[in-house]
């Protein structure tokens, strides 16, 4: 059955999603719902425009302040669809309810391989440590832009690392289960240009036992997004951005790599579970809600 999809925003990552589902077999049409005009694209201009439009799959990428409202009024409008969220959830958490539609956030790093070859390893291990590391260079994000007219630069637009560097807090809970914090560290301390945080450093214990410690930033020139985890019987040590895994169980180390893994592959992959009912990765709007209320109590922490 041909699918109808909608993309809700069209900056980079809304840019992203269209570009994919357009190089999808069962999506028969791509519309974008943007002010910008000359897209390449069929575009609508309001939320209004949806109910006529009925499509049947909708991908919610605008500025993360907005997400709350339309998504409201996609639920009060619409029935029986599929609706991908972009990360994080909302700006802030808010206790909502879905009553007429499916809803998923679009951790797509669950779709990883490295990420689902970890989980399938520590599965029933004893961990005692997870370090986590997450930093890049803000003005080297999106090429031709001023970095301080971006969202990610302002507060008001849902910009920051708690909130724009999110994947962690979901995969690590993913991954070990729910965190307690001890202690947090979440400001804006560089000379950026910008009013939204730009580090967050966070101590937890997860509900399995395992230490967890956490630091993502916006200001480390030479991008960097690792983690290592240790416990009996084994140690982990992964690059998300070298597509490689090093673990180290019994006496030998294995190493794995996918060299040629773009991007856009778990974005696809993402997509095509939603599409296909495959839970077995895909971040519910349940566990969406669970994630927010933890940057809530990492902001009420400090």
């Not at 791509?30 to 575009?43: A, D, G, R």
């Not at 992964?238 to 190493?255: C, H, M, V, Y």
């Amino acid at each position: 059955m041909p699918i109808k999809a909608l993309v809700i925003g069209y900056g980079s990552i809304g840019r992203r999603h269209a570009d994919i589902l357009n190089e999808m077999d069962k999506i028969s049409e791509v519309v974008v719902l943007s002010s910008q005009s000359n897209l390449p694209f069929k575009t609508i201009k309001s939320t209004e425009e949806i109910p006529g439009l009925d499509p049947d799959y909708l991908v919610v990428a605008s500025n993360t302040a907005l997400h709350h409202e339309q998504l409201v009024f996609v639920d009060n409008n619409l029935q029986g669809r599929k609706i991908l969220m972009e990360k994080p959830l909302f700006d802030v958490f808010h206790d909502l309810e879905i009553r007429n539609n499916q809803v998923f956030v679009g951790y797509n790093l669950r779709f990883h391989p490295l990420i689902q070859l970890i989980k399938e390893k520590i599965t029933n291990k004893k961990l005692w440590n997870i370090q986590i590391f997450c930093g890049s260079y803000l003005p080297s994000w999106r090429s031709g832009r001023d970095y301080r007219e971006t969202s990610s630069a302002k507060k008001e637009t849902g910009g920051g690392v708690l909130l724009d560097l999110s994947h962690e807090l979901d995969y690590v809970q993913w991954l070990t289960g729910k965190i307690d914090i001890t202690n947090t560290v979440n400001e804006k301390v560089s000379d950026l240009e910008i009013d939204s945080d730009d580090i967050l450093i966070l101590s937890g214990k997860s509900e399995s036992g395992a230490y967890v410690h956490i630091t993502l930033n916006y200001f480390t020139r030479k991008p960097i997004r690792q983690f290592i985890i240790d416990g009996e019987g084994i140690s982990i040590h992964a690059d998300l951005i070298a597509n490689l895994l090093f673990i180290s169980e019994q006496g030998k180390t294995s190493e794995f790599s996918w060299p040629e893994l773009s991007r856009n592959e778990t974005y696809k992959a993402q997509h095509n579970a939603i599409i296909n009912d495959d839970l077995t990765y895909l971040c519910t709007f349940k566990e969406g809600l669970k994630t927010m209320r933890f940057i809530d109590n990492i902001k009420s922490y400090n």
